[in-house]
């Protein structure tokens, strides 16, 4: 399955592909949807649903730094690509190919993302996107629904992602009388 | 004591300006100054191969380098030779180089493990079985925490080609009667492969005496870098082993074959199963940890971690809030333990330890320690482990067990 991303179908390409569950799937993206940030968010929603599901999925027109933690995904930027001015800075660099020749327009777009995502950390959003200021169990109760990483049901790896979120002061996490509530902030 | 920790220096680190207290020795101990000299002397001033590879004066150098260190190996297990030693990456790599390479027939085909397995002595066998290679028997499924020979040797038959047995359990750190199974097995036709990943930092081990066909260890867990192990292997079983992994390294001649085709003439001894460079760096750290352990002797580490562990076992046990596993008795420096109040999260306590005490972080391993199986038949679901080493002390102890009692408080 082929989908179309611009800004202005994204809401509904999103719910196409929900419905349509494909095991294989291609996103296109247009330059509109990536000069915004709520194309990117929906994008990304859509990606989590495909990876969530297991399916095949590839992205095509979208540089690393759009997506931190997708770059398996990506496909290359194909011919014509140019050369990102920033590369020598993006610790995404090695794994980039440059900027697809059909966002020449907004090649000022592209610029080094902060930091990229690993799984556990993936998986740690994931837990509170869907349900948010919930207690170490819940926390891992709800890990065994999320595929992007399973290996954290018992050993609790994802707290080790999840303190770095706490760093980064994406997450919080606060103590009372024994037990952990962790929050996407 | 203060010259032994003193050797350790990662002991000095501070994290968020607070002490360091180690408990998750059964996982990896911390790393002694000898590795860390001998690692930075082969990175720093060879840094080249061996084996009967490269010529040259460097490869030469590390050649016998590596040569010293299978000796020791050689000796530290009591094998009749340094052949006798494959180096692996660890004692899982071991343990699958015997699941894939042991010479099972029709007729012998049948692998006995235990309940109290990690993980990593159970599924390359399971995963044999999923094959329809091999049929597997788990000794010690049901019952209390006690698992006595009997209940191994009652599943041997005449089928039986192999025993893989834990030396010491890595949740209860209890041992196991590898030499009376030992005895069944080969009086059965079988052979005996031990995992003594748990056994070595305090216990010293003969193969020979003991009836072992086969062991597999960790360098990691005796003060080895991560990624190097060994696995013994009886000169003539390891005759019998087929390939594992093969490539450079593992041949005497490679000879035109039959229309022409190139074929290869394996090396019968440890050889064989090294294919492609080796972790040399490893290997020489591999031999400084056991130099390190023989100065330490390790009948004094056992005398002091035994100290420890039963001091933890007889506190812990008197609290009503916790619960103890294992049978009790001999046992290696492991303590594991779960909360009897269900409401009580292990991981939450766990957080608790890195994160709230006021001048120590105190490292511990929570959750199933790769024994789901074990876990799961005993009815517990997270379990605490604590394990000790030469370094720690029973001041420790003290601080862990004050963190216990001041969490239990915060909860009521
Ligand atoms: S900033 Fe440039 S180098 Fe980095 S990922 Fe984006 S396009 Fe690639």
Not at chain 1, 50 to 76: D, K, Q, W
Not at chain 2, 218 to 224: D, E
Not at chain 2, 287 to 294: E, K, P, T
Not at chain 2, 325 to 354: E, T, W, Y
């Amino acid at each position: 399955m082929k989908l179309e991303f611009k800004l202005k179908n994204s809401a509904q390409a999103l719910k196409s592909l929900k419905k349509a569950r494909p095991k294989e799937v291609l996103f296109a993206v247009d330059s509109t949807l990536l000069a915004s940030a709520e194309g990117l968010a929906v994008l990304r929603l859509a990606a989590d649903f495909c990876i969530e599901r297991g399916a095949g999925l590839r992205i095509e027109g979208v540089s690393p730094c759009f997506m931190p933690g997708y770059s398996r995904y990506l496909l290359p930027a194909g011919t014509g690509a140019l050369a990102c001015p920033e590369k020598e800075r993006c610790f995404l660099g090695g794994v980039c190919s440059g900027i697809p020749a059909k966002h020449a327009g907004i090649a000022g777009a592209f610029k080094p993302p902060p930091r990229i995502f690993t799984d556990l950390e993936k998986c740690m959003l994931a837990i509170l996107a869907r349900k948010n200021g919930i207690t170490t169990a819940q926390v891992l109760k709800a890990a065994k629904g999320i595929k992007i990483c399973a290996s954290c049901s018992k050993e609790g790896e994802v707290f080790r992602a999840a303190e770095r979120l706490v760093k980064f002061g994406l997450v919080s996490k606060k103590y009372n009388r024994g037990v952990y509530i962790w929050e996407k902030i | 004591m203060k010259n032994i920790r003193a050797q350790f220096p990662a002991l000095r680190r501070r994290v968020n300006g607070k002490k360091i207290v180690y408990f998750d020795n059964a996982c990896s101990v911390l790393k002694p100054r000898p590795v860390i000299k001998a690692v930075d002397h082969y990175l720093s001033v060879l840094g080249v191969c061996a084996g009967g590879r490269s010529g040259h004066a460097l490869s030469a150098i590390t050649e016998e380098l590596c040569h010293e260190a299978r000796v020791k190996t050689s000796a530290f297990l009591n094998a009749a030779s340094p052949s006798e030693i494959i180096f692996t990456s660890n004692t899982t790599e071991g343990i699958n180089l015997v699941a894939k390479s042991f010479p099972f027939t029709r007729a012998k085909n049948e692998v006995v493990v235990t309940a109290f397995d990690h993980h990593s002595n159970m599924l390359p066998f399971l995963e044999e079985q999923r094959k329809g290679n091999i049929k597997v028997k788990i000794a010690g499924l049901d019952g209390g925490w006690a698992l006595d020979a009997d209940r191994i040797c009652g599943l041997i038959t005449a089928r039986t080609a192999l025993v893989s047995l834990p030396r010491a359990s890595n949740v209860t750190g209890q041992f196991f009667p590898v030499e009376e199974v030992a005895r069944e097995a080969h009086r059965k036709g079988a052979v005996v492969l031990a995992d003594a990943a748990q056994y070595l930092s305090t216990c010293r081990e003969d193969v020979r005496a003991a009836g072992i066909d086969m062991l597999a260890f960790s360098g990691h867990k005796l003060g080895a870098p991560p990624g190097i192990g060994a696995l013994y292997c009886r000169t003539a079983l390891m005759r019998k082993l087929k390939n594992f992994k093969v490539g450079g390294g593992t041949v005497s001649n490679v000879v035109p074959g039959a229309g022409g085709a190139p074929q290869a003439r394996y090396f019968s001894d440890f050889r064989r199963f090294e294919a492609g460079i080796q972790n040399y760096s490893g290997i020489l750290g591999l031999g400084a940890a056991l130099d390190f352990l023989a100065e330490a002797g390790l009948e004094r580490i056992k005398r002091h971690t035994d100290g420890i562990t039963a001091f933890c076992k007889r506190r812990l046990a008197a609290m009503e809030t916790v619960e103890v596993l294992g049978p009790g008795g001999a046992c290696g420096p492991i303590v594991s333990f779960a909360f009897r109040d269900k409401r009580i999260f292990a991981q939450d306590f766990n957080l608790f330890l890195n994160n709230e005490l006021p001048r120590h972080v105190v490292c511990v391993r929570c959750g199933s320690h790769c024994a789901i199986p074990l876990h799961r038949a005993r009815g517990v679901s997270q379990s605490l482990r604590l394990s000790f080493f030469i370094y720690n002390t029973e001041s420790e102890v003290r601080v862990f067990l004050e963190a216990l009692e001041e969490y239990l408080r915060s909860v009521r």
